[in-house]
Nanobody, 122 residues
Framework: VQLQASGGGLVQAGGSLRLSCAAS??????MGWFRQAPGKGREFVAA????????YYADSVKGRFTSSRDNAKNTVYLQMNSLRPEDTAVYYC??????????????????WGQGTQVTVSS
């Protein structure tokens, strides 16, 4: 499967962005969002189950970010509100081929998108 992430950009603090991740093929997978800031390791952000019925968020984004999906389009979304400068990072989507639920460990994911840059100015 190939994943194509999009929707990143430059936004002022307090603003919003919506990231999209389109997966090739017709099969739906449990999906995750991760981010990596300069000089830091990859960090879990959010996960959504294969059906979309379950979501899980990192404490740092809980209440500000929302993950959703449209399985008819095989696309997942990350709505990011109340953005902060510390949210600046490259954001990656990832697919877990085996799980039905949510997963926060990067090692459990099998395919990764190319990343999209999110920059939040203060």
């Amino acid at each position: 499967v190939q994943l194509q992430a999009s929707g990143g950009g430059l936004v002022q603090a307090g603003g919003s962005l919506r990231l999209s991740c389109a997966a090739s093929g017709r099969r739906a997978y449990a999906m995750g969002w991760f981010r990596q800031a300069p000089g830091k390791g990859r960090e879990f952000v959010a996960a959504i189950s294969r059906s979309g019925g379950s979501t899980y968020y990192a404490d740092s984004v809980k209440g500000r970010f929302t993950s959703s999906r449209d399985n008819a389009k095989n696309t997942v979304y990350l709505q990011m509100n109340s953005l902060r400068p510390e949210d600046t990072a490259v954001y990656y989507c990832a697919a877990d081929f085996l799980s039905l639920g949510v997963e926060k460990l990067a090692a459990r994911y099998d395919a990764w998108g190319q990343g999209t840059q999110v920059t939040v100015s203060s």
